[in-house]
């Protein structure tokens, strides 16, 4: 599955601004510049419920409409970030007459009583208000930017779940886990056995894999089914409020997921959030919802990746590092996994507070996407034909032999006269009968036959290049050391780069 603008493929080479940053059009006004000198694309900014209605029925999007004038004035795509009911499973941008009405807009409550500031996912009516201020975003969208198509996407809410208890223990939340588990989910389930993630089947399955019962009766008793009955509601709930924006402005919408680390447990992570173990709870749920995309800072990226294209869910990382490795990591996903976007987090961090952020991490993505720019309608062009592959290389992972285009390609980690790089990352894809097209940096390239094929293959010629306007301009011929003497197709470690690489064949 691809993002369409305007009738063609888009590959977003996004950044997400930190939370306060588009509050304020005098603070972006000076930021824009940095983000273009970034080469983006698109920005990921936040529009709060708080600010655009701040008594109940008075909208204001002021801010928004400036927001979107001055992103057209720099060439730039927007996605909005709905911060409603919940931020980081938090309901801070609730409007202020929401946080006074305990009693219409009721409060999660953990085990022991307390009642944070978090709105209940059972709360009706908190759903009803969200979803009439998010109806109301949406339809002051499709008047001001329908013709014009600067917001592409819009995500509701940020990472929701709740934190400090596996689930919500308030009178409401008790009666629906105490009733019966929604005959929505049975009937998804019969639709889509294929699709059932492994830990939930098995867990399905463990209970006598029952097609009526309580929570507990179906799932067993535990966190694990806490979060399950956490994600249906929270699922639910987003949905009521997606599908009032998707009536009145239908472009794609998402929900987003703080991810948990090994060995954590729900409500060590907001429980409930469209995580891998859940996604199946929230693609019943919530079908207004085009995808459901991790916050992607964790090690075990590539991991990840897989888990978030399990039940055909398309791949888009709205948060990562802002470092060389999520450059790297770009790679490997827009290559290997079909990725339609990428958004590094604090996108618009300049010194003095990124001054920890070493100059080559600050700098990573940027390059990363000078290069996308350049190649993305052949990317998109190849990761709709699958002839595409994207790898991240390092010393636990130095290589990989991958079959594309008629031959195997044996990538490994760049080396030359006994000096091997400790990094390497990029994407290779097959353009023709021979000939392939490759970007990236640290890396090398061997060619082979498979088995099937009898014969010598070889390097014909390697060449640079760029795209200027989408046409090839051919720069060095490559050979020598830059082809380490014909064996092998090189991307040098020190600047990514864009390569062609033909070969040769004989009887
Ligand atoms: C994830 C959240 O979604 C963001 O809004 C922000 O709070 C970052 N964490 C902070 O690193």
Redesign the pocket.
Known sequence: MQLFVDGRPFLILGGELR?SSASSLDYMGPIWERLEAQNLNTVLAGVSWEMVEPEEGRFDFRVLDGLILQARAHRMHLGLLWFASW??GMSSYVPAWVKSDVHRFPRVRLQGGEEPEVLSPLGADSAAADARAFGALMRHLAKFDAGEHTVLIVQVE??VGILGDSRDRSPLADAAFNGPVPEDWFRYAAANPQDLVPELRARWEANGSRTAGTWTEVFGAGSATDQMFMAWHYARYVDRVAAAGAAAYPIPLYA?A?LNEPNAKPGDFPSGGPLAEVLNFWKAAAPHLSLLAP?LYASNFEERCRLFTRCSNPLFIP?TNRNAEAARNLYLAVGSFGLIGFSP??IEANPPTASAVPEADRAAIGKAYAILRQIAPLVLQHQESGDLVGFNLDKEHPSRAVELGGAVLEISLDELFGHRAERGAGLVMATAPGEYLGAGSGFRVIFRNPESIKGRVGIAAVTEGVFRDGVWVPGRRLNGDEDDQGRAWRFSSWEPGIETCTLYRAE
């Open positions: 939370n931020k980081n940020n990472e987003n703080w916050d948060e987090f604090a």
